[in-house]
């Protein structure tokens, strides 16, 4: 779901690297307000491994292909350091693999960092129900992750389909684009499930890794 060079007009590409810096920006300011940073810094390193792997581990949709995203995952346990994570993870893919763009970069790091953060933020409700019951925590972890990638997916959405090339059958293109959206649904149960296990592990091993 990266998007490549040379899809998006200049205005997004610009619009994509303003709004990942400022994302950014705000997200160091949360991470600065922690009584100790470096504490999460082994965790946001392991997880930000994770996302670059995870974008090798490809799932048969038929007709496509989908692969693994994890941002929602990596949203709920790292809450804020979970932008500077998909960003570095993604520049490297993009380095290394040419899996997305440089010029791309930031519309990718919007597509799947935004998200990321909703997702912390959907999974931190369960504090509202009860901070230590597993039920809760698996359920909101759940919705965390499928709807971290859930919220990529409509941005990849619209960015794709508005921004068709004209030198591209448009007619074609939108059905490979639904075909390809479509395709994601059972990726989201996937992500969320995983997610899911992944909290309700930490939470009985290792709780104090879900407080980021």
């Known amino acids: 779901m990266h998007i490549p060079d040379g899809i998006l007009p200049a205005s997004i590409i610009v619009a994509g690297y303003a709004t990942t810096g400022g994302v950014t920006w705000y ?7 922690d009584k100790n ?17 995870a974008s ?6 038929p007709p496509v292909s989908v692969h693994l995203i994890l941002n929602g995952l990596l949203g709920t346990i790292l809450g804020y350091y979970a932008l500077p994570a998909i960003l570095i993870g ?9 899996h997305g763009g440089l010029s791309t ?5 919007t597509m799947f960092g ?39 997916v409509v941005i990849f959405f619209f960015l794709i389909v508005t ?19 479509l395709a ?8 969320g499930a995983f997610t899911a296990a992944v909290a309700l592990f930490l939470m009985r091993v290792k709780p104090e890794l879900l407080k980021p």
Not at 90 to 98: C, G, P
Not at 171 to 180: D, F, H, K, P, Q
Request: no cysteine; aromatic share 12%.
């Open 184 to 191: 994601h649904i059972p990726l989201m149960f996937i992500e």
């Open 90 to 98: 993604l520049f490297f893919q993009a380095v290394m693999f040419q």
């Open 114 to 152: 935004i998200p990321a953060i909703v997702a912390y933020h959907l999974f931190q409700l369960r504090h509202k129900v009860g901070k230590n019951n597993r039920v809760w925590t698996g359920v909101f972890a759940f919705l965390a992750g499928a709807g971290g990638l859930g919220v990529s």
């Open 37 to 53: 940073p470096q504490e999460n810094i082994p965790k946001a390193s392991l997880l930000t491994a994770a996302f670059f792997v």
């Open 105 to 109: 970069l930031g519309v990718n790091a």
């Open 27 to 33: 997200s160091l300011r949360q991470i600065k307000r």
């Open 56 to 61: 090798w581990i490809h799932i048969p949709v």
């Open 163 to 181: 921004n068709i090339p004209a030198n591209i059958d448009a007619a074609v293109e939108r059905n490979v684009i639904y075909g390809l959206v």
